[in-house]
């Protein structure tokens, strides 16, 4: 009975640690990031396609696992059509074309895979690089910011085919769930290139969660206006944003994860999250809801080996970045190795009523050459006043990498969970 009561004493130590270890960054009871996930892409051989996939698809339409499918040029769903993925399916992506898969607004994609069986969209190069397709774009008629309530997207693709917004927040473009996009993110004329996975004025009916881009060229996720709930995303190594979100968004996204590379990057940006709602104030109607992103439970990690070497050669940049006119409600987030962890944008004035719209609550900043300052300012002791207070229960660390997350160097398959301590039992009877 006494060995009992001592293994009951034991067992209720380890699961009180494991609810202490889930209480910021991602959580989960185990390590949702098994099974469906690849962190090393380029290893990956899927053999040739058997079918192409090009032109408009105007007609419901199911992709299945026996095929493996290449995606050539620009293919639109259109006509309130429905584009099906089986799960396990492969999609190889030419990149001679720069391929990309739109949407179009009225249309659905269902791309629902499972955990052992995720969808993949993957480059056709034997030499995978980041930017070698174009990506995914979903076109909704949920609200936008802009004037006259409608936008459409560019990347040089066919305008007729690319309107989003309206007044339908609860709108449904179907289901992304379980899929992986590898390498897209293409360079486009100029300065621009395609995101891996582009969300344009979609609905909160719309199921986004369990999706890893890899080596994107572009953005790995951005959303543009819309109501959008986003659930157990992965970034992995993005040369540019992981996060981005514009043109009045109400979007709510948790339990997901960055990882930055020092050495990846573009002059667009590189930025875990940024939260604006707008690119010039002319655009943008005023009296519409601006951008307000809800992130909770996040992890942003540089995966540097040597943190401070890099953030003294100006390889690491901040991990958040907020404009003026939008919100951000940053709740139990893990923000590890950046330099500083949050820039405020320098035409945000710093005082009751915009600090109130920019919130950190029960944030865990670790090894961040600074925590949260204005652009341009050097000095930010109001700033670390103001969230250093009590009340907010924001805790700072200095510990690296490996000893912060609880399988940081595993290759394979990593655990990027926080990790708090550790209970070690060894026999209670001697």
Known sequence: MKN?????????L????????QEKG???????????????????????????????????????????????GNVYVTNNATLTIDPGTVIICDSESKASLVITKGATLIADGLDTDPIVFTSNKSLKKAGDWGGIILLGDAPINRFGGVSAANFELNPALTAFGGTNAASNSGILRFVRIEFAGAKLKGTENFNSLLLCGVGNKTVVENVMVSFSG???????????????????????????FNYGTQCQIDNSLAIRSSFLSN????????????TTKDEVDFAKKQTLVVATNL??????????????????KEAIY???????????????????????????????????????????????????????????????????????????SKSDNNETFIDFLNNKRPDFRLKIGKIVASNVDK
């Not at 990031?33 to 051989?45: A, M």
């Not at 002059?267 to 707008?278: E, F, K, M, P, T």
């Not at 995966?303 to 690491?316: K, P, Y």
């Open 322 to 396: 907020v404009s003026e006119n939008s919100s951000l409600e940053c709740r139990k987030t893990v923000i590890s190795g950046f330099n500083p962890a949050v820039l405020l944008d320098s035409k945000i004035e710093i005082n009751d009523k915009n600090l109130k719209r920019i919130k950190f609550e029960h944030m865990y900043f670790n090894f961040c050459n600074g925590n949260i300052f204005t652009e341009f300012n050097t000095n930010n002791e109001d700033l670390e006043g103001w969230y250093g207070n009590s009340s907010f229960a924001n805790f700072y």
């Open 4 to 12: 009992i009561t001592k293994l009951i004493g034991v067992f209720l």
């Open 267 to 278: 002059q667009n940006g590189s930025r875990c999250l940024d939260v604006a709602s707008y």
């Open 218 to 244: 572009g953005d790995s996720f951005e959303v543009l206006g819309g109501e959008v709930k986003l659930n157990k995303l992965v970034s992995f190594k993005s040369s540019s944003n992981d996060y981005k």
């Open 26 to 72: 991602i959580i989960g009871s185990n390590n949702w990031l098994n099974n469906w996930t690849d962190f090393k892409p380029n290893k990956q051989e899927y053999g040739e396609a058997n079918r192409i996939l090009a032109g408009n698809i105007s007609v419901n339409t199911k992709l299945e696992k026996k095929n493996i499918y290449l995606l050539q």
């Open 299 to 316: 992890t942003l990690v540089n995966g540097s080996e040597n943190i401070a070497v890099d953030i003294a050669s100006g390889l690491i």
């Open 14 to 21: 380890i699961a009180g640690s494991v609810t202490a270890q």
